[in-house]
């Protein structure tokens, strides 16, 4: 894979209308003739666990669009998917969501629009749950009947023994699905995400999958920007908590395979080994220098891979 | 300009957190578990939740809440629970389901929810203003809302019965039905009179003996034998009688 010639694809639109728009940049039109796109730039915070934030959210800046396009985006909720990469790979979604809010500013000669968006919103705070899980289920079972209320959430991994417990009086649910789950997330003590329309639920510092043949190697090779250090992310874990894990917090160049609870190998001078991505930050500036990933990871156990 | 925006977020979470953390709330009951013998009852809140945009929702129901009564290992005021009742539900600060299946002593929650609505403990007898059963009007006997002290049940109903504490110092029990004493001995005292009103008396009794001045009115309707003064009514004879108009002698055996 190699990293230059920069791509991304932008789709925006109100599913219940059908209206929407498509920019794109660095991929050829479908007369092969090359197509520069819009300056775009975007700030896209992932994270495995949700319920300590408001989901995955992406800032989304778009230069001089037109002005029927400024128009079409002042809609609710609209549907937005924003894919990037490398040309020879194409572009990959790293957030697909809602429309939270969208405003255009004029800085110097340019007009930009920005676009906030949050992975999964509209599902997730626009449903009202009413219903009781009745005794005898398991916290899986309570996971699923939330996710069935959010009609664009599929069902992704759900990993971890926490989701066996018993639900020994019933679980009521009143609210939205992301009180819900972010009350169950705590409660429980396991980690949800809805990322790219899936809802992914774990232990904590729990693995989506155990498989390390497909983790994505970060190394100067494959884009690692100066050294991965140690972090204190897990300081406010007790000292002997199972969970507690040694973090590592790295940069590298743009890449679409690092998504919160996945595993990634890193190989530098200091630090190599399998860590579980908890976090990721991508962003991007598309005719600028910015083109990154920043993951803050914790370190995988022998035992969590068995 | 930041400081402000920062205080505004910091203080939107503050409620929207707040929001989600249950303390006491009126429920009613849906379901009373098992004839009420482990004293457990599901619940429904009766203050539904409202939402920012306007629109409500009825709470779902809470099951398997443990019922408070006046009471301890070996005593206990108990009375029952109804479905539709009443009660107020406070929520515990930390999971329950291990201490309602367990025997009460220290144990470890199951899980890490505080204050959540599934860890409510029902405590009876909140009602709503018109729905108190205080109220002398609905009561089938009289009695002072602020000035007696009423133990009542089966309130506003033919089988109603009541004991009374008045204010002036009186104890009354009110029923229709029976009211049945069963103990060893008892004893009765009282400083001034006892008076017994009743269509029809009856003591069943091995010996009676009664002490003090005897004074009766009415019939007198007695068999087996009745002695005075060591001679028998019913046989006795009397001594000097003399014909015509005389006066006989004292009673004799």
């Known amino acids: 894979m190699t990293q230059r ?23 050829p039109d479908a007369d092969g003739s090359v197509n520069d796109g819009l300056q775009v730039t975007f700030d896209i915070s992932k994270t495995a666990d949700a319920k300590r934030t408001n989901g995955n959210s992406a800032t989304i800046e778009i230069y001089n669009l037109n002005r029927s396009h400024i128009d079409l985006l002042q809609g609710d909720y609209l549907e937005c998917t924003f894919s990037v990469g490398y040309e020879d790979e194409g572009a990959r979604v790293v957030a697909q969501g ?46 699923e009947e939330i996710r069935k209320q959010m009609p664009n959430v599929s069902r992704g991994a759900y990993t971890g023994t926490n989701l066996n417990n018993p639900i020994v009086f ?38 989506y999958t155990k498989d390390t043949v497909l983790a994505p190697v970060i190394s100067a090779q494959t884009g690692m920007i ?23 917090q790295f940069k590298a160049l743009l890449n679409t395979e690092c998504i919160p609870g996945r595993i990634v190998k890193i190989e530098s001078d200091f630090i190599t080994g399998f860590y579980r991505i908890n976090s990721t930050r991508f962003s991007g500036d598309f005719r600028g220098n910015e083109w990154y990933v920043e993951c803050f990871t914790s370190e995988v156990e022998a035992q969590d891979l068995l | 300009m930041i400081d402000a925006l920062l205080n505004d977020y910091i203080q939107t979470q503050f409620q929207i957190n707040m929001a989600e953390v249950y303390t006491a709330l009126p429920c009613i009951v849906t379901n009373v578990v098992g004839g009420f013998q482990d004293q457990r009852v599901d619940v ?7 939402y920012k945009d306007g629109t409500s929702d009825e709470h779902t129901q ?57 860890d409510a403990i029902a405590i009876p ?64 005292n009282a400083t001034s009179s006892y008076t017994i009103t009743t269509p029809q008396l009856n003591i069943n009794a091995t010996a009676t003996t009664w002490a003090g001045n005897i004074t009766h009115t009415g019939n007198y309707t007695q068999t087996g034998t009745s002695t005075f003064n060591g001679i028998v009514f019913a046989t006795h004879k009397h001594t000097g009688v003399t014909p015509g108009s005389g006066t006989s002698g004292g009673p004799t055996a």
Request: hydrophobic share 35%; glycine share 10%.
């Open chain 1, 170 to 207: 019933g679980w009521p649910l009143n609210g939205t699905p992301q009180q819900m789950l972010r009350k169950l997330a705590e409660s429980q003590n396991i980690e949800y995400s809805v990322s790219g329309g899936v809802l992914n639920v774990s232990d904590v510092n729990g693995l």
């Open chain 1, 226 to 248: 100066d050294a991965p250090f140690h972090t204190s992310d897990q300081g406010r874990k007790m000292k002997g908590e199972k969970t507690r894990r040694k973090g590592v």
């Open chain 1, 98 to 143: 809602n429309v939270v809010e969208v405003k255009t500013v004029k800085r110097g000669t340019e007009f930009i629009t920005q676009v906030q968006m949050g992975e999964g919103y509209s599902d997730l705070n626009h449903q009202k749950l009413k219903s009781l899980v009745s005794p005898g289920s398991t916290v899986e079972q309570v996971i």
């Open chain 1, 5 to 27: 010639k920069r791509v991304y694809d932008l789709i925006v639109g109100d599913y219940k209308t059908g209206n929407g728009i498509r920019i794109t940049g660095g991929i």
């Open chain 2, 44 to 50: 429904q809140p009766s203050i539904n939740t409202l």
């Open chain 2, 62 to 118: 809470i099951l398997g809440v443990p019922v408070v009564l006046p009471g301890s290992a070996n005593s206990l005021v108990s009375f029952p629970i109804n479905v539709g009742d009443t009660v107020l539900c406070v929520f515990s600060q930390r999971s329950m389901d291990n201490f309602k299946i367990g025997n009460g002593q220290p144990t470890v929650p199951n899980d890490y929810r505080k204050h959540t609505d599934q």
């Open chain 2, 125 to 188: 007898g909140l009602f709503p203003f018109s729905k108190s059963t205080n109220r002398p009007a609905i009561r089938k006997y009289p009695h002072s809302p602020s000035q007696d002290l009423v133990i009542a049940h089966n309130i506003a109903s033919g089988t109603e019965v009541m004991i009374q504490l008045k204010q002036n110092g009186d104890m009354i029990i009110n029923t229709e039905g029976s009211v049945i004493a069963n103990c060893k001995d008892a004893t009765m």
